[in-house]
Nanobody, 123 residues
Framework: QLQASGGGLVQDGGSLRLSCAAS????????MGWFRQAPGKEREFVAA????????KYVASVKGRFTISGDSAKNTVYLQMNGLKPEDTAIYYC??????????????????WGQGTQVTVSS
């Protein structure tokens, strides 16, 4: 089970850190990703990291601003978001993948999902 939290309201240029607590599984045995869905838009890939592969991937629009990391002791994955922009406003979801296609960003490559946390960036 994945539990996302940490969303909120922040001003343009601000920062937030999202958390994804994993229960019943050690996250580093999976490929972990973050997705987001803005109102009226499809869910889109944001970032993913594979501790097994030692690799991470980010969508171009967040590269250099967002960082995905994890804390094994807390079994929690984080998404540090800096330099937030109004266009980052969305519901953010964490997800776990056992697929080799994890870095493709395809939604169907991820088979476990958290419930989502709202991020709103005001201009």
């Amino acid at each position: 089970q994945l539990q996302a939290s940490g969303g909120g309201l922040v001003q343009d240029g601000g920062s937030l850190r999202l958390s994804c607590a994993a229960s019943g599984r050690a996250f580093h045995n999976y490929h972990m990703g973050w997705f987001r869905q803005a109102p009226g838009k499809e869910r889109e890939f944001v970032a993913a990291r594979s501790w097994r592969a030692g690799a991470a991937k980010y969508v171009a629009s967040v590269k250099g601003r967002f960082t995905i990391s994890g804390d094994s002791a807390k079994n929690t994955v984080y998404l540090q978001m800096n330099g937030l922009k109004p266009e980052d406003t969305a519901i953010y979801y964490c997800a776990a993948s056992t697929s080799v296609l994890w870095r493709s960003g395809q939604i169907n490559a991820y088979n476990s999902w958290g419930q989502g946390t709202q991020v709103t960036v005001s201009s």
